[in-house]
Antibody, heavy 123, light 106 residues
Framework: QVQLQESGPGLVKPSQTLSLTCTVS??????????WSWIRQPAGKGLEWIGR???????NYNSSLKSRVTISVDTSSNQFSLKLSSVTAADTAVYYC???????????????WGQGTLVTVSS | DIQMTQSPSSLSASVGDRVTITCRAS??????LNWYQHKPGKAPNLLIY???SLQSGVPSRFSGSGSGTDFTLTISSLQPEDFATYYC????????FGGGTKVEIK
């Protein structure tokens, strides 16, 4: 059974860089036709897609966050990571990692998610 | 970006009720629409992809319909484990989600 688990600091100071890692267990991160994504949810608000990475290293980012986001993959560790720079209180949220499955025919969806990790931006 | 609008934002229903949730896209997304169930403290769960396809392992009381800009998620007979928040998400372009519909016990 494939599982995803987020890890990283729960508290980040304003203007610093938020760094999270998602560990994939139960399968190899480079098997199958899918992307790996990061999604966040501020308290009381909806879900916001942050960006994704393909196993080749190709990335796509939310245009509203693009200037501050970097997503990378480490196949040897079966992990992918998120870095969000210059954080403010508005970046306080539960951050989820997710598998972005691609079906034949072009449809795709987030078919597997981690439990999420709360990151608070505060001094 | 494509905006997704869900209605209602919350609803109260009883076990056994038929529940319908609506999602509208700001432009045509053909059938590139997914539905998720989210319970507090848990990972969101994919229910429906490509507007009408039931994800493996999801009970058949869940169904999706629609295309273009208007979509519906229907729960044919609400069960106790279905009380949760439901989100739609478009996959036509950069992913965006609806604001969610919280299904509460009446």
């Amino acid at each position: 059974q494939v599982q995803l688990q987020e890890s990283g600091p729960g508290l980040v100071k304003p203007s610093q860089t938020l760094s999270l890692t998602c560990t994939v267990s139960g399968d190899s991160i480079d098997s199958g036709n899918h992307y790996w994504s990061w999604i966040r949810q501020p308290a009381g608000k909806g879900l916001e897609w942050i960006g994704r990475i393909y196993i080749s290293g190709s990335t796509n980012y939310n245009s509203s966050l693009k200037s501050r986001v970097t997503i990378s993959v480490d196949t040897s560790s079966n992990q992918f990571s998120l870095k969000l720079s210059s954080v403010t209180a508005a970046d306080t949220a539960v951050y989820y990692c997710a598998r972005h499955w691609l079906w034949p025919g072009g449809h795709d969806a987030f078919d597997l998610w981690g439990q999420g990790t709360l990151v608070t931006v505060s001094s | 970006d494509i905006q997704m609008t869900q209605s209602p934002s919350s609803l109260s229903a009883s076990v056994g009720d038929r529940v319908t949730i609506t999602c509208r896209a700001s432009q045509s997304i053909r059938s590139y629409l997914n539905w998720y169930q989210h319970k507090p403290g848990k990972a969101p769960n994919l229910l429906i992809y490509a507007a009408t396809s039931l994800q493996s392992g999801v009970p058949s009381r869940f169904s999706g319909s629609g295309s273009g800009t208007d979509f519906t998620l229907t729960i044919s007979s609400l069960q106790p484990e279905d009380f949760a928040t439901y989100y739609c998400q478009q996959s036509h372009s950069a992913p965006t989600f609806g604001g969610g519909t919280k299904v509460e016990i009446k």
